[in-house]
Each structure stands twice: as C-alpha cells, then as structure tokens.
T-cell receptor, first 112, second 113 residues
Framework: EDQVTQSPEALRLQEGESSSLNCSYTVSGLRGLFWYRQDPGKGPEFLFTLYSAGEEKEKERLKATLTKKESFLHITAPKPEDSATYLCAVQAGSGGYQKVTFGTGTKLQVIP | DTEVTQTPKHLVMGMTNKKSLKCEQHMGHRAMYWYKQKAKKPPELMFV???????INESVPSRFSPECPNSSLLNLHLHALQPEDSALYLCASSQGTGANVLTFGAGSRLTVL
C-alpha cells in the first residue's frame, strides 16, 4: 500500500528563518509527487509537480526537490503570508485511474 | 478566484434530510473528484468520474451518491447522514487521470446535527 509521511507535523518559524519540510514516500511506480498549500477552511492550492529523482522546482521563496525516497520543500526567508498547511501527495500505478495519496501535512506558522 | 466552483459553502442538515452539494468547472477537464476532509487530516478520496466512468472508494457508505450530469458538473447527493459525516467536502478536477494536477474548489463545509 502506498504510504506518505510528512514531518514535522507543525513548524513555527520567525520571519526570515529558512527551513525545510520533509515528505517520505513508499509507492510502487511513482508517476508524480505534488506539493499543495492549504489555508484554513479552503481547498488545497497546487504548488509543484516533481516526476523523477533529482528534479527541482522553484517558485518565489519555495523550492521543491525529489529523491527516490523523499521530497523536501525548502522555504527561504519566509514571510507571515507563507503560513499555511503544506500537503505532499503522490500518484502511482499504471493504466486507468492512478490513485493520489496525501500525507497528513505540515502546519507552518511564520511569526513577524 | 478558484476555477472550480462549489455550492453551497456551508450546509447544516439533520440526519433525516436529503441535500446535495454541487461542483462546476469550465476548464475542459475530463476527470472530477469528491474528497472528504476532517479537521487536521488530509483529503480522502470518495469518488472519481473520468471519461464518464465512475470509480468509488469502497469504504464510502451508500448514504453518499455521486451524479455527473455532464463533463462540467458533479453533484454529491446526501441522505440519512450521521454526525460523523460532518467535514469539509472538496471537489477537484484534472485534465485526465494520469499524473495530473488537481484543481480544488474552496469546499463545502457540512455539519450534520
């Protein structure tokens, strides 16, 4: 069974204090790894897709990386508006519908 | 503004009521999904409609029934729900069912009394 584990569960940072969120996964036949941001009471918002080990994607203060077993979301000099829950999801399998498995998320709080 | 529109945003219903949640997308996506999300938990897949074919998470009880009138609309009919069904219900769509990005709606917050 596909498994996705995110750590830490919660992270509190001072504004400008860089850090990383971890997403470890065990799947058979990875098709894609996704990062989403979710604000309270709202739907997840897409950030990145990574398809193969060694791939990196960047957007503003965020950078996502992928290895064969885990992905990191690096946050450089975060701002209070980066506060949200960050969800990692993996899509695996072949043919037909390929199930997406979400991790439990990391709740990030950035303090001014 | 989100490109997946869900109505209503909030719904309160009794255990004997029948209600429906609605979802609409105009991005030409061929797959639409219903997810259930409880507080501090990840979204959990309930149903997928893709190319007019329905896939079901077998753990979803029959008091939830999806309906896809056309490729842009997805409804979730609710009947005889239990208080533990209270949650945020998220609709999403994607271009297909390969490794495609999910575009989520803002969600419908359901409270069952």
């Amino acid at each position: 069974e596909d498994q996705v584990t995110q750590s830490p569960e919660a992270l509190r940072l001072q504004e400008g204090e860089s850090s990383s969120l971890n997403c470890s996964y065990t799947v058979s036949g990875l098709r894609g790894l996704f990062w989403y941001r979710q604000d309270p009471g709202k739907g997840p918002e897409f950030l990145f897709t990574l398809y193969s080990a060694g791939e990196e994607k960047e957007k503003e203060r965020l950078k996502a990386t992928l290895t064969k077993k885990e992905s990191f979301l690096h946050i450089t000099a975060p701002k209070p508006e980066d506060s949200a829950t960050y969800l990692c999801a993996v899509q695996a399998g072949s043919g037909g519908y390929q199930k997406v498995t979400f991790g439990t998320g990391t709740k990030l709080q950035v303090i001014p | 503004d989100t490109e997946v529109t869900q109505t209503p945003k909030h719904l309160v219903m009794g255990m004997t009521n029948k209600k429906s949640l609605k979802c609409e997308q105009h991005m030409g996506h061929r797959a639409m999904y219903w997810y259930k999300q409880k507080a501090k938990k990840p979204p959990e897949l309930m149903f997928v409609y893709s190319y007019e074919k329905l896939s079901i998470n077998e753990s979803v009880p029959s008091r939830f029934s999806p309906e896809c009138p056309n490729s842009s609309l997805l409804n979730l009919h609710l009947h005889a729900l239990q208080p533990e069904d209270s949650a945020l219900y998220l609709c999403a769509s994607s271009q297909g069912t390969g490794a495609n990005v999910l575009t989520f709606g803002a969600g419908s917050r359901l409270t069952v009394l």
